[in-house]
């Protein structure tokens, strides 16, 4: 048995009750229950319909986000999330590029790593390489003044780990960041790359190994094995290629607000909704949400 999930902008809550009845009968669902009023709504089906595709290409140009996922084993024993464009709303080494003035080049490179045009470990080294010589007191700077949370954050973390859910935070960004985000939202763990500082300033290098998608995947690999945990025990978010490995490995891979590329390689899409969409497509109601 399946679950259908519709849902879309918690800022907008336009999802029309006749969409979801729609569908429904359509499919020949089960009841709609309304996971939030005219946000999220969900039904089980007994099997996969064979225009999921169509109909989800229609519900995203109405501004609506449609999952389904095996009913059986929805809520999720473990978090694994990246951490630049899911759990913050920036890319951290765009914001600190734009300090030391290369800003939009630093950025074009980001743009092409993230869409798996370029090798991520080269393209890390040379924007990193780019930064040579800036103050490492930027940093400070940078997660102060440029950094903010992707809404929904704080309910995702809260509700999975008061129902026992473990948090890990794993980012080919940096441990800077990483340390403050996983600090702020209460992850058990994060994983990223280390800036080098001598002097008090950016040596223009990163600390090696790099961690990028294979490491990704080591993480999801070793923390289920230290937890008793399996693959289909993981709900993996993120949005750039270095997140595939970890994708679509784990039981729930979700592609949030991802490049095109990346999205097109998962069948869990969230493009209108917040991170409290990960919640909905669990089975959570807005009022499970913990705060």
Not at 26 to 39: I, T
Request: glycine share 10%; aromatic share 4%.
């Amino acid at each position: 048995m399946f679950t259908v999930v519709l849902l879309t902008s918690p800022d907008t809550k336009g999802l029309e009750p006749a969409l979801v009845e729609s569908l429904r009968n359509a499919w020949g669902g089960g009841d709609a229950v309304w996971l939030s009023p005219d946000e999220a709504a969900e039904f089980n089906v007994q099997t996969a319909p064979a225009n999921l595709w169509e109909v989800w290409e229609t519900c995203q140009d109405m501004g609506v986000d449609l999952v389904m996922v095996p009913t059986e084993g929805r809520r999720k024993k473990m978090l694994l999330a990246d951490m630049d464009s899911t759990m913050i709303q920036q890319e951290c080494i765009d914001e600190l590029a734009d300090e030391a003035g290369v800003g939009e080049r630093v950025k074009d490179i980001t743009a092409r790593a993230m869409n798996g045009e370029l090798d991520f470990d080269g393209a890390l080294k040379e924007r990193v390489g780019l930064m040579a010589g800036l103050d490492a007191a930027v940093i400070d700077k940078v997660l102060a003044e440029r950094i903010t949370l992707m809404p929904g954050g704080a309910a995702l973390l809260s509700t999975m780990k008061a129902h026992g859910a473990y948090a890990a935070l794993v980012s080919g960004g940096f441990t800077a960041f990483t340390a403050k985000v996983a600090g702020t939202l209460g992850f058990d763990e994060n994983r990223a790359n280390s800036l080098l500082i001598a002097g008090g300033k950016l040596t223009g290098d990163v600390g090696m190994p790099i961690l990028g998608k294979q490491a990704k995947v080591d993480a999801l690999e070793q923390i289920t094995a230290r937890l008793g945990l399996t693959d289909e025990d993981v709900l993996a978010v993120g949005d750039g290629a270095n997140d595939l490995g970890m994708l679509t490995r784990a039981g729930l891979g979700v592609a949030l607000h991802a490049k095109p590329t990346v999205a097109a390689q998962c069948d869990a899409r969230i493009n209108h909704g917040d991170l409290t969409a990960l919640l909905f497509v669990q089975g959570y109601s807005r009022e499970d949400f913990a705060t």
